[in-house]
T-cell receptor, first 112, second 114 residues
Framework: QQQVKQSPQSLIVQKGGISIINCAYE??????FPWYQQFPGKGPALLIA?????SEKKEGRFTISFNKSAKQFSLHIMDSQPGDSATYFC???????????FGSGTKLNVKP | DADVTQTPRNRITKTGKRIMLECSQT?????MYWYRQDPGLGLRLIYY???????NKGEISDGYSVSRQAQAKFSLSLESAIPNQTALYFC?????????????FGPGTRLTVT
């Protein structure tokens, strides 16, 4: 059973639009929620991460929104660009950061 | 990615064969991980190691074994490969002592078992 559920599986957005990817979890002991970005032929790379003591974190065009009561978090990509086309994974970890549980991934295609 | 290397990058093997995937890192990190990636399933943890003498099973360790030969090297073995082990395999490293919880992934090994 997947610890972190991610949706949608794929997403097509026009250039300049907003891309939104959602994740949900059940384990309230999770303490760290990163998002990873993966380009074809490459390994995933950390994009942005949040701890549950804040509801939002923004880095450039990328924002994580975190809803602790709903046990959900989402990635928003503002002004989406064709270069953002990649697969995005959400993940979660306990406070010891020993293991990470990844979502199933979202393949984003930003149309020019 | 150059700090974490994986060999081979692609491998085709037959059912029943033993195969080893290798991972090396120059980041000096203590923690190393092996994941497999399947379409629609994301990344699933196979094994992880916090140092040479500390190896732990992940979510899907059945059919796999690992060896941590040195701080910088972590190998994944399939003792008798089967077709449903066809997947993309990633090695990753991390070191929370640096103050970062980021996992650094290698470029991956695409394994096909026929």
């Amino acid at each position: 059973q997947q610890q972190v559920k991610q949706s949608p599986q794929s997403l097509i957005v026009q250039k300049g639009g907003i891309s939104i990817i959602n994740c949900a979890y059940e384990n309230t002991a999770f303490d760290y929620f990163p998002w990873y970005q993966q380009f074809p032929g490459k390994g995933p790379a950390l994009l942005i991460a949040i701890r549950p003591d804040v509801s939002e974190k923004k880095e450039g065009r990328f924002t994580i929104s975190f809803n602790k009561s709903a046990k959900q978090f989402s990635l928003h990509i503002m002004d989406s660009q064709p270069g953002d086309s990649a697969t995005y994974f959400c993940a979660a970890s306990l406070h010891d950061f020993n293991k990470f549980y990844f979502g199933s991934g979202t393949k984003l295609n930003v149309k020019p | 990615d150059a700090d974490v290397t994986q060999t081979p990058r692609n491998r085709i093997t037959k059912t029943g064969k033993r195969i080893m995937l290798e991972c090396s890192q120059t980041k000096g990190h203590d923690r190393m991980y092996w994941y497999r990636q399947d379409p629609g399933l994301g990344l699933r943890l196979i094994y992880y190691s916090f140092d040479v003498k500390d190896i732990n099973k992940g979510e899907i360790s059945d059919g796999y074994s690992v060896s941590r030969q040195a701080q910088a090297k972590f190998s994944l073995s399939l003792e008798s490969a089967i077709p449903n082990q066809t997947a993309l395999y990633f090695c990753a490293t991390s070191d929370p002592k640096t103050g970062s919880y980021e996992q650094y992934f290698g470029p991956g090994t695409r394994l096909t078992v026929t």
